[in-house]
């Protein structure tokens, strides 16, 4: 089954302690990315990735690290984490170029207190 | 610049029809996206539209024109189960084949 997977789906933390939030998808898609969904803003992206080892910024990149090592897998890292990162996650892959639309995981709910 | 707009919240009644319109402007447009997405849950694809006119899936249209910058997704015979938000979403070959999503619009169908 097609699928892209996050982890964990739920996580709570404190004020600068750092996690990773995973992200694989089976489909061998070359284009990943990485939003958050906040009341009122939609949908922003953090970090995208167009192949492996090919990352690039997105709208709101300030206090995210991402890696593409491998294709399938695309980690978000917060390195000291903060109450305004306190969001919904999303992680997404598609083909690149044409069409494609994007598959999403099934999305982290991080609270940071 | 980019910039997508629609409608924040819509209300309909079971068994309707409903139009929801988005307009957006981007300097590569390479695509357009419907998604529906569900309170807490993730967004899930409905339709694409890259030419102009019509597409038709279902119960389920998504409409384009690339020349006025719009789109449409018309729901018909609603069901208390649409009740969701419904995202547009333009993708830009200028920013690396980037998707830019709308706010979404929060649908509600009453009965």
């Known amino acids: 089954e097609a699928q892209v997977t996050q982890n964990p789906r739920y996580l709570i933390t404190v004020t600068g302690k750092k996690l990773t939030v995973t992200c694989s998808q089976n489909m061998n898609h070359e284009y990943m990315s990485w939003y958050r969904q906040d009341p009122g803003l939609g949908l922003r992206q953090i970090y995208y990735s167009m192949n492996v080892e090919v990352t690039d910024k997105g709208d709101v990149p300030e206090g995210y690290k991402v890696s593409r090592k491998e294709k399938r897998n695309f980690p978000l890292i917060l390195e000291s984490p903060s109450p305004n990162q306190t969001s919904l996650y999303f992680c997404?892959?598609?083909?690149?170029?044409?069409?494609?639309?994007?598959?999403f995981g099934q999305g982290t709910r991080l609270t940071v207190v | 610049g980019q910039n997508i707009d629609q409608p924040t919240e819509m209300t309909a009644t079971e068994g309707a029809i409903v139009q929801i319109n988005c307009t957006y402007q981007t300097s590569g447009f390479n695509g357009l996206f419907w998604y529906q997405q569900h309170a807490g849950e993730a967004p899930t694809f409905l339709s694409y539209?890259?030419?102009?006119g019509l597409e038709e899936k279902g119960r389920f249209s998504s409409f384009l024109s690339r020349s006025k910058g719009y789109s449409y997704l018309l729901l018909k015979e609603l069901q208390m189960k649409d009740s969701a938000s419904y995202l547009c979403?333009?993708?830009?070959?200028?920013?690396?084949?980037?998707?830019?999503f709308g706010q979404g619009t929060e649908l509600s169908v009453k009965p």
């Open positions: 997404a892959s598609s083909l690149y170029g044409e069409g494609g639309e994007a598959f």
């Open positions: 539209n890259v030419l102009d």
């Open positions: 979403a333009v993708r830009d070959r200028d920013q690396g084949g980037k998707l830019i």
